[in-house]
């Protein structure tokens, strides 16, 4: 399957356009922070906790830089100030600077500037020593429970409250399940702060919060000893607070994040300056913390046409890629999203299906890969829908997809009970373990209906790829390019928490992750 469709020349071209794409937002990347990205610092020193009215102390204390005009030399260096002040503990440090008249405070002499920034970064190389040490936690348990063969059976729970989840998700690895995944309460991404505690009530899901991360990492840990098999933990870092839940979810030993450089953009109509900057800082935590990312490519062809539309897939995901990879992630890290949902009326729809799953394989040979299963033309014939997902479970396993998230039968119904997901892991498992080889068996004609195909989408997605570099990814995105979706530089929510950068803007962990890269 390696050599097929397209050469190694015209990916190679795909990846250079796609860097001459990135190079100008990383210009802007470097030039400022946001307000979540100083939260997020904050939280690395241990700033926890709520104020008297409910506020998160981060967004108290950030808030409080922010409207004195000061937080542009980062939180970091402001924490610093407030141990100069006195202050013997975070908590203290943040009542200090929210008391204090920050714009009337004077520049230190340089020795004692430079003692301050010595010792803030001292401290962010201990909190970084002990953040390693909760990950080597995790990979210990998973070199002790290794896990089935890929491709790994992803489901979702998604009740809002918490403790219901951990018996739905124990359940699920219990039937079968590899990977389960929290799915977020609705709009939880327009939320311009992170919910404090375990939480009980949602709408679509179940607020992601560090309280919630920490149980349900807590019972999938306990399941996968009694199972004798690893269960890995996803949840979503995106939004307005992307960068903060992506150290909570590290902190607490998650997998996976579902974290994409445009999806708020395009899909949560969130300022694309500030997704750009977040995503940047929110994937070097995940680099740090060998979390493999989950990219929402197979979202576009929900909102255009999946047949029409495959070559915007293609594209994306070449761009995504180069935002990881400069981001510090590895191509093992790299859970490159799309899908199965080209209209199943269509004639010929596996072959077309099996075209761009391996066209995706072929240019990223090395990256697991993430396979959604068919959602926008299911139906509420709950016998069809079960054979329309079973055609993605076979196309998983003959294109060696690394996570694939399972298809309901009920999906157009109703959330999955637990009984829709047995019935659909059994099935998957049977497709697995029936069709396991089966990419070694047949060799797909180069001249025939899936190589003509591959090579007509890549072809259309390098064309793409051409008018992004040309024009500015600002106004492909513009152009509504991706998922038939338009959105401005300048629009959408978040863009008052971007801020430039000082010329002596202080950022110690962004230091420490930079220099492991």
Same mark, same amino acid.
């Given at each position: 399957?390696?050599?097929?469709?397209?050469?190694?020349?015209?990916?190679?071209?795909?990846?250079?356009?796609?860097?001459?794409?990135?190079?100008?937002?990383?210009?802007?990347?470097?030039?400022?922070?946001?307000?979540?990205?100083?939260?997020?610092?904050?939280?690395?020193?241990?700033?926890?906790?709520?104020?008297?009215?409910?506020?998160?102390?981060?967004?108290?204390?950030?808030?409080?830089?922010?409207?004195?005009?000061?937080?542009?030399?980062?939180?970091?260096?402001?924490?610093?100030?407030?141990?100069?002040?006195?202050?013997?503990?975070?908590?203290?440090?943040?009542?200090?600077?929210?008391?204090?008249?920050?714009?009337?405070?004077?520049?230190?002499?340089?020795?004692?500037?430079?003692?301050?920034?010595?010792?803030?970064?001292?401290?962010?190389?201990?909190?970084?020593?002990?953040?390693?040490?909760?990950?080597?936690?995790?990979?210990?348990?998973?070199?002790?429970?290794?896990?089935?063969?890929?491709?790994?059976?992803?489901?979702?729970?998604?009740?809002?409250?918490?403790?219901?989840?951990?018996?739905?998700?124990?359940?699920?690895?219990?039937?079968?399940?590899?990977?389960?995944?929290?799915?977020?309460?609705?709009?939880?991404?327009?939320?311009?702060?992170?919910?404090?505690?375990?939480?009980?009530?949602?709408?679509?899901?179940?607020?992601?919060?560090?309280?919630?991360?920490?149980?349900?990492?807590?019972?999938?840990?306990?399941?996968?000893?009694?199972?004798?098999?690893?269960?890995?933990?996803?949840?979503?870092?995106?939004?307005?607070?992307?960068?903060?839940?992506?150290?909570?979810?590290?902190?607490?030993?998650?997998?996976?994040?579902?974290?994409?450089?445009?999806?708020?953009? =395009?899909?949560?109509?969130?300022?694309?300056?500030?997704?750009?900057? $977040?995503?940047? @800082? *929110?994937?070097?935590?995940?680099? !740090? %913390?060998?979390?493999?990312?989950?990219?929402?490519?197979?979202?576009?062809?929900?909102?255009?046409?999946?047949?029409?539309?495959?070559?915007?897939?293609?594209?994306?995901?070449?761009?995504?890629?180069?935002?990881?990879?400069?981001?510090?992630?590895?191509?093992?890290?790299?859970?490159?999203?799309?899908?199965?949902?080209?209209?199943?009326?269509?004639?010929?729809?596996?072959?077309?299906?099996?075209?761009?799953?391996?066209?995706?394989?072929?240019?990223?040979?090395?990256?697991? =890969?993430?396979?959604?299963?068919?959602?926008?033309?299911?139906?509420? $014939?709950?016998? @069809? *829908?079960?054979?329309?997902?079973? !055609? %993605?479970?076979?196309?998983?396993?003959?294109?060696?997809?690394?996570?694939?998230?399972?298809?309901?039968?009920?999906?157009?119904?109703?959330?999955?009970?637990?009984?829709?997901?047995?019935?659909?892991?059994?099935?998957?498992?049977?497709?697995?373990?029936?069709?396991?080889?089966?990419?070694?068996?047949?060799?797909?004609?180069?001249?025939?209906?899936?190589?003509?195909?591959?090579?007509?989408?890549?072809?259309?997605?390098?064309?793409?790829?051409?008018?992004?570099?040309?024009?500015?990814?600002?106004?492909?995105?513009?152009?509504?390019?991706?998922? $038939?979706?338009?959105?401005?530089?300048?629009?959408?929510?978040?863009?008052?928490?971007?801020?430039?950068?000082?010329?002596?803007?202080?950022?110690?962990?962004?230091?420490?992750?930079?220099?492991?890269?």
């Amino acid at each position: 399957m390696s050599g097929l469709f397209v050469t190694d020349e015209q990916i190679a071209e795909a990846r250079q356009l796609a860097s001459d794409i990135t190079d100008p937002i990383f210009d802007l990347i470097s030039k400022n922070t946001t307000i979540s990205v100083e939260r997020t610092v904050l939280r690395w020193f241990g700033v926890d906790g709520v104020g008297n009215l409910g506020a998160p102390l981060v967004n108290l204390m950030c808030d409080r830089l922010k409207e004195a005009g000061v937080l542009n030399k980062g939180a970091a260096y402001w924490y610093g100030r407030a141990l100069r002040m006195g202050a013997t503990s975070p908590l203290d440090a943040v009542e200090r600077l929210t008391a204090a008249p920050l714009e009337m405070l004077q520049p230190l002499p340089p020795e004692e500037e430079k003692k301050l920034r010595d010792e803030v970064r001292a401290e962010a190389r201990a909190v970084v020593s002990e953040f390693k040490g909760r990950v080597e936690q995790r990979n210990e348990l998973k070199r002790e429970f290794p896990m089935a063969p890929a491709p790994h059976k992803y489901v979702i729970v998604a009740t809002g409250n918490i403790f219901d989840d951990v018996d739905q998700a124990r359940a699920a690895a219990q039937a079968g399940a590899d990977v389960i995944a929290v799915i977020r309460s609705t709009a939880q991404s327009l939320l311009d702060y992170v919910p404090q505690g375990a939480t009980t009530e949602g709408y679509g899901g179940t607020y992601a919060t560090q309280e919630n991360f920490r149980i349900m990492r807590e019972a999938l840990d306990d399941e996968s000893r009694k199972l004798k098999r690893y269960i890995e933990l996803t949840n979503y870092s995106s939004g307005l607070c992307m960068t903060e839940i992506a150290f909570m979810a590290a902190w607490e030993r998650l997998d996976m994040l579902l974290n994409d450089s445009m999806y708020g953009i =395009l899909f949560r109509d969130i300022n694309m300056r500030r997704t750009f900057i $977040d995503q940047y @800082f *929110s994937r070097r935590i995940c680099a !740090m %913390a060998g979390i493999i990312i989950n990219t929402g490519e197979d979202n576009y062809i929900t909102t255009a046409d999946a047949y029409d539309a495959a070559h915007t897939v293609i594209a994306s995901q070449f761009i995504n890629e180069c935002f990881a990879r400069r981001a510090g992630l590895q191509d093992w890290q790299l859970g490159i999203g799309h899908s199965y949902e080209i209209d199943p009326h269509m004639p010929e729809t596996l072959l077309l299906e099996l075209s761009q799953a391996m066209l995706v394989r072929r240019c990223f040979p090395n990256a697991p =890969l993430k396979y959604m299963p068919p959602t926008k033309h299911k139906e509420t $014939d709950i016998f @069809f *829908s079960h054979a329309y997902d079973v !055609m %993605a479970d076979l196309v998983a396993v003959w294109t060696r997809q690394g996570i694939q998230l399972l298809g309901m039968m009920t999906e157009a119904m109703h959330t999955p009970l637990l009984a829709d997901r047995y019935v659909a892991l059994k099935a998957a498992s049977y497709v697995h373990r029936a069709a396991r080889g089966i990419d070694e068996e047949f060799t797909v004609r180069e001249d025939g209906k899936i190589a003509n195909r591959a090579r007509f989408v890549f072809g259309k997605a390098l064309e793409l790829l051409r008018e992004c570099k040309g024009d500015g990814m600002v106004a492909a995105i513009g152009r509504g390019r991706f998922g $038939d979706v338009k959105r401005a530089e300048t629009g959408g929510k978040g863009l008052d928490g971007v801020i430039e950068k000082a010329p002596d803007y202080f950022n110690p962990f962004l230091e420490i992750m930079e220099a492991s890269t």
